[in-house]
Every structure is written in C-alpha cells, then in structure tokens.
C-alpha cells in the first residue's frame, strides 16, 4: 500500500476529525487510514469521515437536478412489471421442463427395479426348481409400486437360468397409463 500523499499537519489546535484551520492556519486535508472526504463549504474542503469510503465522481460532473431526475424517473415507469409478465410468459415452459425430469426420473427407477427384480428372481431360480418362486421373490426384492407393475419369465436351461424381467413405466400425464416397458434379463448358472 502507498503512503498517504496529505499527513495532518493542521496546528494543534484543529480538531483531528474536522481539519478545521486553527487561528490563521490553511486548512489541510485530514488522512487517516488513506481516505479523505469533502466536507462543507464554498470551495469543498476536506474531512475525514471514518467507516464511509470517499466518493467517486468525475471531476466537472454534477447531478442533475431535481426536475430531471423526476423526468428520468418517469420515463422508465413504463417498464414497471415486466419481469412479472416475463415470468408468467415462462412459467408453463420451466412447469414442462421439471415434468420431464421427473418423468425421466421414474422411468430411470423403474429400470433399475427391473434389474433388483431380475437378479432375486434369478438367484432364486438357480437354487432351486425354476417355476417355484421365481417371480415371488423377483417381487419381494422390488418397491410396492413398481412390483405390482412387474411380470416375470422364468426359464430354464441345461447348465443355467434365465430371468426377464419388464416392469411398466407409468406415466405423470393425466389421462396415459404407460409410457413403455422396462426390460432387463439376468443368466445365472445352475446350481
């Protein structure tokens, strides 16, 4: 950090706050902490006002006046509400997109309970006779919703066993049952 270009050097009879000139004395500017400020007075001077950072205005440049400020006030009065026209124009928009991710997100569920499903079924059907309880513990290894959707095809070969598994994907959209089927098909060897 750069020392302060100003030092107090007002006599001591200023105070260190106001920079006030003493009997006769120039007034000075004030720095403490680097910063000064305008204080009142015809040709501005300084003072120092702690916890207020200095203003930063472009030399020659003054605000208008009151008037115009108004003016300027009223010319952009007419763009009162536009974000909340904005946000009604986009709403139905954000409303079909989050339906979409949610929807995508239950089709995703239901092929992964197609899989729990398939593996139990399977691990089941290799252990003992195929048709005895395949698609009774497929069932009980998936969530209530997606097990009351499920249907299971339990076959069995020479040397192993296979499971498929397809659970119907339901739909948010009022009035549609089913967006499809989710399949998913384990082999296990025989034991």
């Known amino acids: 950090m750069s020392p302060p270009r100003f030092t107090h050097d007002a006599p001591a009879a200023a105070g260190p706050v106001t920079g006030a000139p003493a009997e006769g004395g120039a007034r000075r500017p004030v720095v403490s902490g680097g910063r000064t400020r305008r204080g009142p007075g015809r040709r501005g001077g300084t003072r120092f006002v702690p916890g207020v950072a200095p203003a930063r205005r472009r030399p020659g440049r003054r605000s208008p006046p009151p ?4 003016r ?3 010319r952009g009065h007419g763009d009162r509400g536009a974000s909340s026209v904005e946000f009604a124009g986009m709403l139905p928009l954000l409303l ?3 339906l979409a991710a949610l929807q995508l997100g239950i089709a995703g569920y239901a092929v992964q309970q197609a899989g729990t499903g398939a593996r139990a079924a399977a691990r089941t059907a290799s252990q003992n006779d195929p048709g005895a309880g395949c698609a009774d513990s ?3 290894a998936m969530s209530g919703w997606t097990a009351d ?3 299971f095809a339990c076959a069995a070969g020479d040397d192993a066993v296979t ?3 397809t659970v119907t994907i339901p739909s948010l959209i009022p009035g549609i ?3 499809g089927a989710a399949d ?3 082999t296990l060897p025989a034991e």
Not at 67 to 70: G, M, S, V
Request: positive net charge; proline residues 0%.
């Open 67 to 70: 008037a115009a400020r108004r």
């Open 72 to 74: 300027a006030v009223r």
């Open 96 to 98: 079909l997109v989050g």
């Open 138 to 140: 497929g069932r009980a």
């Open 149 to 151: 959707r499920a249907t």
């Open 163 to 165: 499971v498929t598994t």
């Open 177 to 179: 049952d089913s967006l």
């Open 184 to 186: 998913r098909t384990v």
